[in-house]
């Protein structure tokens, strides 16, 4: 049911990644830092065009402060950077530690979260909306970056955010790296750093993201996140001055940051989900905040996680050259929103270009999404030796080590080669059988994969091909023998 499947978003990505709780788990978040290296790295370099910036009060930075105007008027502007980065030869760049596919070279700069009537950037400027209702009752502008370059370091993705090296998540099993050094961002965190070191204390940052990972209706290899940062007045920490370590933990101006985090977004969820939406907090762990929560709130009958959040990490704020301050910081998946409040079932809806599900939405409205037609799957099975023991969870910890080198087999290789033979068609995959040879060792596994179009029937003939061209590709690619 339509139920049953919103209520799977509760497991899906978008906000804080799972991952970056235990390290041994198996997805990826980010964390955000300055330009290395004065902005080059090999095959581009950074932030060489003019970035898209205002605050939420409605003027560019750049320019003088008008007359304050609403964060819909400064959004609802034609996008001038819509496409900037829809340049593929960016990321299929001839490096023996890229594993871009075309699939998602086609993808970066499409840009959803900057169209006005798209679900996506509905979400986006309602919550951009939010925050600078704020700035009256605060004093707080939170200026907007919301068309930063995809392609950042791994500095900012994960050193800056305290991701240590041997995380899983930086593993190119679950990265889509440009170089060894450079890789499509994996959270909208990665400019975190970036923008603190600009001497910035209060922003929101929403973009495009990417990470390698399963199949099915939550989950899709590009999503939309949003960060938002605050740095507390200098005045308001004076008593923390000096203060580390567990004495700041168990500090009165720890409880402030605190307190003022968890007011801030009980007020978006408010604003969201309506005045009488219940909430709850629960403790969390994130390298890059301490201490850590999760914010649940009560729709549909039951509790959902929407965000993770925190107070910022001493050794962030350090390495973003900005000890002198406390903050907050917060991430969140405008996809999961969206597909809560709009009642969305399929994730890949969101990247159709249909006009019955486009003409559905208009700018500035909610409302819940028609199914315009059910078409019928195509189900194809296949199956194949891997090499070694096939390890589902198991990862390879830098860029420069193939996720299928050695022989071992990496379940995300093989997602990511459904979805570059058979793109959008793919509806789900599942595991439906394995086993391990008593004698010979190797590994057996049989996966059902799901072909549905959103938008016609599909013909068993032209399924055919795909699989056909998959299984071929399989043993080409993986390394696999099929059986």
Same mark, same amino acid.
């Given at each position: 049911?339509?139920?049953?499947?919103?209520?799977?978003?509760?497991?899906?990505?978008?906000?804080?990644?799972?991952?970056?709780?235990?390290?041994?788990?198996?997805?990826?978040?980010?964390?955000?830092?300055?330009?290395?290296?004065?902005?080059?790295?090999?095959?581009?370099?950074?932030?060489?065009? %003019?970035?898209?910036?205002?605050?939420?009060?409605? *003027? +560019?930075?750049?320019?003088? $402060?008008?007359?304050?105007?609403?964060?819909?008027?400064?959004?609802?502007?034609?996008? %001038?950077?819509?496409?900037?980065?829809?340049?593929?030869?960016?990321?299929?760049? /001839?490096? %023996?530690?890229?594993?871009?596919? %075309?699939?998602?070279?086609?993808?970066?700069?499409?840009?959803?979260?900057?169209?006005?009537?798209?679900?996506?950037?509905?979400?986006?400027?309602?919550?951009?909306?939010?925050?600078?209702?704020?700035?009256?009752?605060?004093?707080?502008?939170?200026?907007?970056?919301?068309?930063?370059? =995809?392609?950042?370091?791994?500095?900012?993705?994960?050193?800056?955010?305290?991701?240590?090296?041997?995380? =899983?998540?930086?593993? /190119?099993?679950?990265?889509?790296?440009?170089?060894?050094?450079?890789?499509?961002?994996?959270?909208?965190?990665?400019?975190?750093?970036?923008?603190?070191?600009?001497?910035?204390?209060?922003?929101?940052?929403?973009?495009?993201?990417?990470?390698?990972?399963?199949?099915?209706?939550?989950?899709?290899?590009?999503?939309?996140?949003?960060?938002?940062?605050?740095?507390?007045?200098?005045?308001?920490?004076?008593?923390? @001055?000096?203060?580390?370590?567990?004495?700041?933990?168990?500090?009165?101006?720890?409880?402030?940051?605190?307190?003022?985090?968890?007011?801030?977004?009980?007020?978006?969820?408010?604003?969201?989900?309506?005045?009488?939406?219940?909430?709850?907090?629960?403790?969390?762990?994130? $390298? *890059?905040?301490?201490? @850590?929560?999760?914010?649940?709130?009560?729709?549909?009958?039951?509790?959902?996680?929407?965000?993770?959040?925190?107070?910022?990490?001493?050794?962030?704020?350090?390495?973003?050259?900005?000890?002198?301050?406390?903050?907050?910081?917060?991430?969140?998946?405008?996809?999961?929103?969206?597909?809560?409040?709009?009642?969305?079932?399929?994730?890949?809806? *969101?990247?159709?270009?249909?006009?019955?599900?486009?003409?559905?939405?208009?700018?500035?409205?909610?409302?819940?999404?028609? =199914?315009?037609?059910?078409?019928?799957?195509?189900?194809?099975?296949?199956?194949?030796?891997? +090499?070694?023991?096939?390890?589902?969870?198991?990862?390879?910890?830098?860029?420069?080590?193939?996720?299928?080198?050695?022989?071992?087999?990496?379940?995300?290789?093989?997602?990511? &080669?459904?979805?570059?033979?058979?793109?959008?068609?793919?509806?789900?995959?599942?595991?439906?059988?394995?086993?391990?040879?008593?004698?010979?060792?190797?590994?057996?596994?049989?996966?059902?994969?799901?072909?549905?179009?959103?938008?016609?029937?599909?013909?068993?003939?032209?399924?055919?091909?795909?699989?056909?061209? &998959?299984?071929?590709?399989?043993?080409?690619?993986?390394?696999?023998?099929?059986?």
């Amino acid at each position: 049911s339509m139920q049953q499947v919103v209520q799977r978003i509760i497991s899906s990505k978008g906000r804080w990644p799972q991952t970056v709780r235990n390290k041994s788990t198996s997805s990826i978040l980010g964390r955000a830092s300055a330009i290395s290296k004065g902005g080059r790295c090999e095959s581009h370099q950074f932030h060489t065009r %003019p970035r898209r910036c205002y605050n939420l009060r409605g *003027f +560019s930075t750049n320019s003088t $402060p008008p007359m304050r105007s609403s964060v819909i008027a400064a959004t609802a502007l034609q996008n %001038p950077t819509a496409g900037k980065y829809a340049d593929a030869s960016r990321y299929l760049v /001839p490096h %023996p530690s890229n594993n871009v596919t %075309p699939h998602i070279a086609s993808l970066v700069g499409r840009d959803l979260h900057l169209r006005r009537s798209h679900p996506i950037g509905i979400i986006r400027a309602k919550i951009q909306d939010y925050f600078a209702s704020l700035s009256h009752a605060t004093d707080t502008d939170y200026r907007v970056f919301d068309a930063e370059d =995809p392609i950042v370091t791994s500095q900012q993705c994960f050193d800056d955010l305290l991701i240590p090296a041997d995380h =899983p998540g930086r593993a /190119p099993s679950d990265t889509y790296y440009v170089t060894d050094s450079t890789l499509l961002r994996t959270h909208t965190s990665a400019h975190q750093s970036q923008h603190l070191r600009s001497g910035i204390d209060a922003f929101l940052c929403s973009g495009d993201v990417y990470r390698r990972d399963e199949i099915d209706a939550t989950h899709y290899p590009a999503f939309h996140q949003m960060e938002g940062v605050k740095l507390m007045d200098s005045g308001s920490m004076d008593g923390a @001055s000096g203060v580390s370590g567990e004495e700041w933990l168990n500090s009165a101006e720890c409880r402030i940051v605190e307190s003022d985090l968890k007011a801030t977004l009980e007020g978006l969820m408010d604003h969201l989900f309506g005045p009488t939406t219940q909430k709850r907090w629960n403790e969390d762990f994130f $390298p *890059f905040t301490q201490p @850590s929560f999760e914010l649940e709130i009560y729709h549909n009958d039951e509790w959902m996680e929407v965000l993770g959040c925190g107070v910022i990490h001493e050794q962030v704020l350090d390495l973003s050259k900005r000890s002198d301050r406390r903050g907050w910081a917060f991430g969140l998946g405008l996809e999961r929103l969206a597909m809560i409040l709009f009642k969305i079932p399929d994730i890949r809806l *969101f990247w159709t270009d249909d006009v019955r599900f486009h003409s559905q939405f208009e700018e500035g409205k909610i409302v819940e999404f028609l =199914p315009y037609s059910k078409y019928p799957p195509v189900f194809k099975d296949i199956a194949f030796w891997t +090499s070694k023991e096939a390890e589902c969870g198991s990862k390879s910890n830098g860029a420069n080590e193939s996720s299928g080198d050695n022989g071992r087999f990496v379940e995300n290789d093989f997602f990511d &080669l459904v979805r570059s033979v058979a793109g959008d068609l793919v509806e789900k995959i599942e595991l439906i059988d394995s086993f391990t040879h008593p004698k010979t060792g190797r590994s057996s596994r049989c996966y059902r994969v799901s072909y549905r179009s959103m938008d016609r029937s599909l013909t068993n003939e032209e399924i055919d091909e795909l699989q056909f061209k &998959l299984r071929d590709e399989c043993g080409v690619s993986l390394g696999c023998e099929l059986r």
